[in-house]
């Protein structure tokens, strides 16, 4: 009884503002009363009394005693130990209470801006809604900070949905919409949101640029100029940054030491398909490489068992270091060129070099076009994506390739198989324009391209890879709009890349997409036996097709405009001797000519390194290169059979 009149005591002063009195009454129970109300209580005074971290002790107690899970107690314990800056047991907290956090605001908010803060940014998806419609100005900053890199995760979208509502003059919001609307061919929206982007375009004001991803940027914009204005993420001064790291002393020896920087170091990744043959071919007795490794973990743990990357070159695993702390190690290992195998794009981690990895830093096969925002000397290309006139809008120095500046892998990869039409899904009797391009390289102009080159020729369907169920519905729709049946329309899912090189040469023509070509897609595609049509390009991203071609001996297969390249696709629909020839040439050049010769790439790439390391060495700055070309191959270097 006595300790139940104290209690009521307690509260009674406590509802007086008697805060100390009250707490001098707890502190007399609390050793026989410990229960949910009495730590309550407690907090309470505590925190009236400014202790908010014994309060927040207090109602963590309270919480373990109440029978809710997800108790409002412990909901205000993590609120309180995050406000005195105690992240470790604010987090220990919040994390009891995850599900609670998808709809209360305040809570999210500590959940992700620790996550943010410790760089795990793939943990904040389940709170982008709620913490996206808060009126809070706080919480929208904090949205924006949320945004990932995963195009395909549907909580990226609704948080820049969200955002856009609330505040549609922001240039960065509305770009940001316009790229999940480009993923998902939603054409009627981007016709919608980018006209005042085009206003802008045509005012020529251009400062809207510096807030656009650059990746992003190439799916809608094929001009050298503009693209090397997009700046999602302005860093440090550059020539700043690559006069530190040239004052840095550097030792050279013997042997040229090689690092290439990526997180796609795993067979599955594209750029392995083709990369991996130039990395076990390099010559050991004149150069070192080391790949410095940011690759998942999950993709190096599936591989282990299966995939001896010592081959490759040493590794050197960076995934969990900071940026500053990834280019010590580079320079400890006294690297002479650090190759970027990213640039902006998906997983990369650019900003490494701004740190000073090596004393020759340049950029290859991952970025297709000039980096912005990062300490760069060289970019390795081709004549082709790289013709003369590109040099005004590089910031680096441009290394031309003699044939492609795209290397591929004849060894490792899978040859094609017979299979039928049959097994595919595709009509026997029909002329197949195929393009395995990701959908958001499809825009309404190239859409309306392909709608005329169908009407043209009535005994021709489409064949599409498919991303997603909306991406469908929005090509289908948009095609019905323009007179062609769905029956004309044929969607392939994602398969096995085994079964994926089979299927391709189920098509008559490859037919490209702009202003970004198929890359990787492209070279897939004449590997596997099919033709690719394409149109000369402005930028490196439209001009790979014309690479490709050209290095396997097909460069009447690059239209000079959209109008030849419509009138071209309409001509080989009438031609089936053409394809047949067609065919047979790439099956027959793919063995002599340059696209497919890893060791001929090689030898060009590492004469590059030579050229590079050579004027350094002399002290000369980085300039241009025109790599020689080795002679042409009199003999086929592989076989199909």
Request: hydrophobic residues 40%.
């Amino acid at each position: 009884m006595t300790t139940n009149i104290s209690f009521a005591a307690a509260s009674k002063d406590y509802q007086k503002g008697q805060y100390l009195k009250s707490l001098e009454a707890l502190n007399q129970i609390i050793n026989t009363q410990k229960d949910v109300k009495t730590y309550v209580l407690l907090a309470k005074n505590l925190l009236k009394l400014g202790f908010k971290s014994e309060a927040a002790s207090a109602y963590a107690l309270a919480g373990e005693l109440d029978s809710n899970k997800e108790s409002l107690y412990t909901r205000e314990a993590a609120l309180l130990y995050f406000a005195c800056g105690d992240e470790e047991q604010a987090l220990l907290y919040a994390l009891r209470l995850m599900s609670l956090a998808r709809s209360d605001v305040d809570l999210a908010s500590v959940l992700v801006n620790i996550h943010l803060k410790q760089g795990r940014k793939d943990l904040v998806s389940p709170y982008r809604d709620v913490i996206s419609k808060s009126s809070n100005p706080d919480h929208a900053r904090l949205a924006v900070r949320m945004v990932g890199d995963d195009i395909l995760d549907a909580t990226n979208e609704t948080l820049i949905r969200n955002l856009f509502k609330k505040f549609p003059e922001i240039i960065s919001l509305r770009l940001l919409l316009l790229v999940f609307a480009r993923e998902v061919c939603d054409f009627d929206l981007v016709a919608r949101e980018f006209q005042s982007v085009q206003r802008m375009l045509e005012k020529g004001d251009l400062g809207f640029l510096e807030r656009d991803n650059p990746f992003y940027n190439l799916h809608w914009c094929g001009n050298e100029a503009l693209n090397a204005r997009a700046s999602h993420t302005p860093s440090l001064p550059l020539k700043e940054a690559a006069a530190r790291r040239k004052a840095v002393p550097h030792s050279w020896g013997d042997k040229i030491r090689i690092g290439y920087l990526s997180s796609d170091f795993w067979v599955g990744h594209a750029t392995m398909k083709l990369l991996r043959r130039v990395l076990e071919l390099h010559d050991r007795d004149k150069f070192e490489v080391t790949l410095f490794c940011h690759t998942a973990e999950k993709h190096l743990e599936h591989e282990a068992s299966t995939v001896d990357r010592s081959q490759w070159g040493e590794v050197c695993i960076v995934r969990d270091m900071t940026d500053e702390e990834a280019a010590q190690a580079i320079r400890e290992r006294q690297i002479d060129i650090l190759i970027d195998l990213k640039g902006h794009t998906l997983g990369g981690r650019s900003r490494i070099l701004n740190y000073g990895g090596a004393p020759i830093q340049a950029t290859w096969l991952g970025f297709p076009g000039t980096v912005t925002d990062i300490d760069l000397d060289y970019s390795i290309g081709d004549r082709f994506v790289l013709p003369e006139g590109s040099e005004a809008h590089y910031y680096e120095k441009l290394v031309r390739m003699p044939d492609s500046y795209q290397p591929n892998d004849p060894a490792n990869r899978p040859k094609p198989r017979p299979t039928t039409r049959a097994e595919v899904g595709l009509p026997e009797d029909a002329f197949v324009f195929a393009s395995f391009n990701a959908n958001r390289k499809i825009n309404a102009d190239i859409l309306d391209v392909w709608c005329n080159i169908l009407k043209r020729t009535p005994n021709s369907v489409l064949w599409l890879m498919l991303s997603s169920p909306r991406t469908e519905a929005n090509l289908r729709n948009y095609m019905n709009r323009r007179g062609i049946d769905s029956k004309r329309v044929i969607f392939c899912p994602r398969v096995s890349y085994e079964e994926h090189i089979d299927r391709q040469q189920m098509a008559d023509l490859g037919i490209d997409t702009f202003p970004v070509n198929g890359h990787t897609t492209t070279s897939e595609q004449l590997w596997g036996g099919l033709p690719v049509l394409t149109v000369k390009g402005t930028n490196f991203a439209s001009r790979v097709t014309q690479s490709l071609l050209n290095a396997i001996g097909l460069p009447e297969l690059v239209a000079a405009d959209i109008k030849a390249y419509e009138d071209m696709a309409v001509e080989l629909a009438s031609s089936p001797e053409r394809i047949a020839d067609y065919k047979q040439r790439i099956r027959q050049n793919a063995c002599i000519m340059p696209l497919f010769d890893a060791e001929r790439f090689t030898l060009h790439l590492e004469k590059s390194y030579e050229v590079m390391v050579e004027r350094a060495k002399m002290g000369l700055d980085p300039d241009h290169i025109d790599v020689p070309a080795l002679p042409p191959r009199t003999e086929p270097f592989f076989s199909f059979d």
